[in-house]
């Protein structure tokens, strides 16, 4: 996937007038009545603009939402926002009203450090559920934070990898791009590895139809310096969002806790643009890029995930039939585990289309292999026969770390992509910790 | 579980009038262009009953359904039948118009060699999806195999072994009890390991709501002398799948080719009996029984399990969205992983029922486990609060090879069970295979 804009270093301070920071206050430390095993990793990241902007975000659909999900939820409906703080190995998930009540000093301890005003800034978590945050380090750790902030790509640094959790490196991007006469930034970082297969809305209401699929904890934070009204910022963050971090699965189950937000300061000076703008569909084109970029690399850093097939399935009777029998395949066990074998096994693909929500005609399904991007093809089945394709020369195929499958379903003019990790013994092995050793134990 | 009938041997010859038997023919071979790396295993086996009787039958809700399951279906419908042929190593699926001939062909030379009338004869196949039958093999195996049924233990365990793929042991039962003033015997023989999550319907059609999860090759064949009209024997055998093979989970695959078969000779000389029979009840319990006592075979010898869980999900708001929550839960990988490690971890079971298409009210939920059919339940849970249970006792509460785990949801009446297998590195050791010895490579 090549960026159609230029990148640049610098992650979620490439843009104008935001500063960022990450430091290590031990959240590991309380919540489990141990030290941590992984050493004194920086957990606790805070992101600031110099002035307020508008703010977009996209949430998990889990009926079972963390408490600085909803914080952010409620927060991000009113359109600005300044500042988010963000702590890794505590999800602040199920932990009833002490969550609520600590998410919410969370923001407010980070606005008072911070000089912002009252309700502006936002709040993720992301680790293990069920443990009520370790309190007195948060706020040390906020403390500590507001006090290193700056705005160099090792600053940038500090906070991408303060978000880690099982991630194994940061993960960030940057771009800058034309708008109009102006130069405009936009960068981002996230995290995620296991518990993914996000799928977001605006609000975190379920859709009346859900996606077939299931769906980890993922956290990503967007800036931008373009000015952005906030409606227009949301709908390109939506946008975004439908063809990027809700395009991936690991292991097929979705967090209490997935956040995107994207904050627009406009200090690149550019005029403000809404969605009627000429400029707006490029702005929402860049948005999208740099969240695909960032999607992309959770999947390649799943939990024990050594190759990335892209699912592209075509000829459904519907998006919403293409997007079921991509995400049958892409979180079928026996599929996943083919794929770390490198076995080409369109049987078990079949399998998985058979039982899919999907309308599918064995008769019909045609299923291929080729290099990610690549328009030649290499044929196992069309029609649902066999093609001379020899074995070896299927296995060869999906030798690569990353491949494309491509399914066509012959029924109709429903597509879709799903970016799917395969299924490891070091998944299994990571996933399963060590009870004598809580600070094994994931979210 | 115990049966509340008296245990005999015999499998399915335990009940008058069956003969079975099962040959080593090397199906492998041919289809693999290599030797079978497991040795010279039995792979065909055959079923017959002195006299036709009745038969119910249910299948693969998979839309791409292997040719045996086709012809199984149609004759099934017919309600009456005397005998079944059975390969294991090839599933004969995806294999088009030859599948169907080479599962057609399997009948008739089955029939003629056992002397019994064109269309009495059904066939069962399971292995590898996608290679043709290696019909010589076959055809000198239903020679071989016609040559030496009989009616000892012995006979039933060459039948048990021959239809084993992954299975690492033989799976058979059987009871008998008075019905009327005379005593039946009800026996059955089954297998699968992996490829599991059956949903079977009686004639493969989809139901309008499909249960929510997914769901592999298992194949269960039961013979009863008793006397029972067809559309009883039908009515009791759905009853029984439902409370049974339906309600298991391996891997959440389901497979092409799931069978469950019931002949029922009338040899016992009991009288028959039709749904409205007073004896009628105690037959479908008696199916039911059998059914689930085979079905947790296959949950307790499932690739790589270690752990089975028997997921009791009760207070939904109906009795589809407790199945929803139960599949949710039991097809997690985050949750089986936990299992395997002997982690109580319910934030990923809040996590996985906050993403199940079940309505869930994170303060309502308790979760809880026991030992087996117990109702002492430690619960770590009680609306959605934790308890004051201890991590170290809730690690020994899952610390068994088998353990119930109660998800209360308190919103309504709905229930379910589903019984689970844990997610193991054995599981993806296994399934990977290595494609440089195809015969290693699953369905």
Redesign the interface.
């Known amino acids: 996937m090549k960026l159609r804009f230029e990148q640049l270093p610098g992650g979620v301070v490439a843009a104008e007038g935001f500063r960022t920071g990450g430091v290590f206050c031990d959240i590991k430390r309380l919540g489990t009545g141990k030290g941590s095993n992984k050493g004194p990793k920086r957990d606790l990241a805070m992101l600031v603009s110099d002035v307020p902007g508008s703010v977009a975000g996209m949430f998990t659909?889990?009926?079972?939402?963390a408490a600085p999900v909803k914080v952010c939820v409620a927060r991000v409906a009113k359109g600005v926002a300044q500042a988010v703080v963000i702590n890794s190995g505590n999800?602040n998930?199920?932990t009833?009203r002490q969550g609520m009540k600590d998410a919410l000093e969370m923001t407010r301890l980070a606005e008072k450090a911070l000089g912002i005003g009252d309700g502006l800034c936002l709040v993720g978590s992301t680790g293990?559920?069920?443990?009520e945050l370790p309190m007195k380090e948060v706020r040390s750790g906020i403390a500590a934070a507001a006090r290193i902030l700056g705005s160099t790509p090792e600053h940038a640094d500090q906070a991408a990898e303060a978000i880690m959790t099982s991630d194994s490196r940061p993960k960030q991007v940057a771009i800058q791009f034309r708008l109009g006469k102006r130069v405009v930034r936009l960068g981002g970082m996230c995290k995620g590895a296991?518990?993914i297969q996000p799928?977001m809305s605006a609000n975190g209401a379920r859709p009346a139809a859900?996606p077939s699929g299931?769906?980890a904890t993922m956290l990503a934070f967007l800036t931008t310096d373009a000015a952005v009204e906030s409606r227009a910022l949301q709908a390109a963050l939506r946008e975004a969002v439908a063809l990027s971090f809700n395009r991936i699965t690991v292991?097929?189950?979705?967090?209490?806790n997935d956040t995107v937000l994207l904050m627009a300061n406009g200090r690149s000076g550019a005029p403000k643009i809404g969605t009627r703008s000429p400029e707006f569909r490029k702005f929402q084109e860049a948005v999208t890029q740099v969240c695909l970029e960032l999607a992309k690399m959770i999947v390649r850093d799943g939990e024990g995930v050594h190759r990335v097939v892209t699912v592209r399935v075509s000829g459904a009777r519907s998006v919403a039939e293409a997007d079921a029998a991509a995400r049958?395949v892409g979180n079928?066990?026996?599929v996943k585990?083919?794929w770390?074998?490198?076995?080409p096994?369109?049987?078990?693909i079949?399998?998985?289309?058979?039982?899919?929500?999907a309308?599918?005609?064995?008769?019909r399904v045609d299923i291929g292999y080729s290099a990610p991007g690549s328009r030649t093809i290499l044929w196992s089945?069309k029609r649902?026969?066999?093609t001379r394709a020899t074995?070896r020369s299927l296995?060869a195929a999906v030798a690569p770390k990353e491949f494309d499958l491509h399914i066509r379903l012959n029924l109709g003019k429903g597509a879709a992509i799903l970016y799917a990790g395969d299924?490891?013994?070091a998944?299994?092995?990571f996933?399963?910790?060590?009870?004598t050793d809580?600070t094994t134990?994931?979210?």
């Open positions: 659909t889990n009926q079972v939402c999800a998930a199920c009833g293990r559920i069920g443990v296991g518990m799928g859900l299931l769906h292991d097929g189950d979705m967090s209490t049958a079928s066990a026996l585990t083919s770390h074998g490198g076995d096994n369109w049987g078990r079949m399998d998985a289309l058979g039982y899919s929500p309308t599918v005609s064995e008769d089945l649902g026969q066999p074995f296995c299924l490891t013994e998944y299994v092995d996933n399963k910790g060590d009870v809580p134990l994931g979210g």
